[in-house]
Structures are given as C-alpha cells and as structure tokens.
Antibody, heavy 122, light 106 residues
Framework: QITLKESGPTLVKPTQTVTLTCTFS??????????VGWIRQPPGKALEWLAL??????RYSPSLRSRLTITKDTSKNQVVLTMTNMDPVDTATYYC???????????????WGQGTLVTVSS | SYELTQPPSVSVSPGQTASITCSGD??????VCWYQQRPGQSPVLVIH???KRPSGIPERFSGSNSGNTATLTISGTQAMDEADYYC?????????FGGGTKLSVL
C-alpha cells in the first residue's frame, strides 16, 4: 500500500522560509521511473505544480524556481521541500504526490497525500 | 508558458453523460491526465495518457484527445461524481494544470 504524508508548520510569517517534509511508504525513490513531487492549492483555487525529484534528477516550476529547493533522504523515505521568502499569497494546502513514468507516455501523479495547510500571516 | 483552459462549471442530471473539456495549443501532441477532487479531499487520478483508467476507477470514466481539445466523459453520472476536475499535461519538462471544472450533478 502506498502512502504519503506531509508535515510542517501550519503558520509562518511573511519573509520566513518554510520546510515541508513528505514521508512515504510502499515504494522506493531508488526505483527507475518513480518520483515524488509537491503540488499546492490555494483555498478555493486550482492546483499548481511546484517541484519533482527523481533518484537522479529534479525539476522545478519555472515561476518559483528561485525560491524552491527539493531534496531526498532515501534511507528515511522522505522528501523535503524548502520555500523561501514566504508571502500571504503562498497560503495553500501543500500536497505530496508520487509520480510514475509509464512505458511510453509522460509521468502522472498516481498517489497523493492528505495535504497540509500552510498559512502565511504576520 | 503553456496554458490549459477548462470551463469553470458543468452541470449534469443523474444518469446522464457529462463532458468536461480541456483546451490547449496543439493539445493532441501531448498526453493528458485528469484528476478528480471531491470537496475536502485530495485529488485522485482518473485518466492518464489521454484514455487509460487506473485500477479502481469506474468504467464510466473515459478520456479522449483530439486537435486542441481533450475531453473527460462520465457516462451514467452519479451523485458521487460531483467534484472538481483538473486536466494536466507536461510541457517543456514542467507540469501544467488546467484551472479546474466544478461538476454539479443536479
């Protein structure tokens, strides 16, 4: 059974850096074609992709690249997302997801965590 | 940057067929995924690679992609299908989501 769970602060102040941790089970990031990503959703708004990390690669949203860092600890089955210079517009539910690469097509997100709401306010 | 356009809302009567569209430039050249998000829940993958249903997704969900438009079709729509639906593609090694469509089953 595949599970992903997000953890981190629920409230951060503007200009602070937030660190979110995804702890997963049921799969390994050392497997070819498997990745873990972060996707966020502001209240009442659409999904927005942030970052993705594979065993040997990582990708970022172009619009947020300068503020994001994604890392992994395969021994702990964890992926960490760091976002700097937080602003109230970054208030959102942050989801951790598993991505898989099929035989011919591009990756898709087949498993999602429950999400964690991060509020940015002074 | 690449953009995907979805209608904000679609309504359907129970038992009827719902069609949710997703438009983008030369969308036929990309593979489209669809995600269902029920109120207060995390998204769930319902279609990947334009037409493929993951295990556990009912057969009433189907997808197509032609020209500049991809379509998620729900046949025999049920009350439990009321949710937000998002299309998603890859473009230049980045992930793009549509703005989402709220499906109301009235």
């Amino acid at each position: 059974q595949i599970t992903l769970k997000e953890s981190g602060p629920t409230l951060v102040k503007p200009t602070q850096t937030v660190t979110l941790t995804c702890t997963f089970s049921g799969f390994s990031l050392t497997t070819s074609g498997v990745a873990v990503g972060w996707i966020r959703q502001p209240p009442g708004k659409a999904l927005e992709w942030l970052a993705l990390i594979y065993w040997d690669d990582r990708r970022y949203s172009p619009s947020l690249r300068s503020r994001l860092t994604i890392t992994k600890d395969t021994s702990k089955n964890q992926v960490v997302l760091t976002m700097t210079n937080m602003d109230p517009v970054d208030t959102a539910t942050y989801y951790c997801t598993r991505s898989v690469t099929p035989a011919y097509g591009p990756d898709y997100f087949d498993s999602w965590g429950q999400g964690t709401l991060v509020t940015v306010s002074s | 940057s690449y953009e995907l356009t979805q209608p904000p809302s679609v309504s359907v009567s129970p038992g009827q067929t719902a069609s949710i569209t997703c438009s983008g430039d030369k969308l036929r050249d990309k593979y489209v995924c669809w995600y269902q998000q029920r109120p207060g829940q995390s998204p769930v993958l319902v279609i990947h690679e334009d037409t493929k249903r993951p295990s556990g997704i009912p057969e009433r969900f189907s997808g197509s992609n032609s020209g500049n438009t991809a379509t998620l079709t729900i046949s025999g729509t049920q009350a439990m299908d009321e949710a937000d639906y998002y299309c998603q593609v890859w473009d230049s090694s980045t992930v793009v989501f549509g703005g989402g469509t709220k499906l109301s089953v009235l």
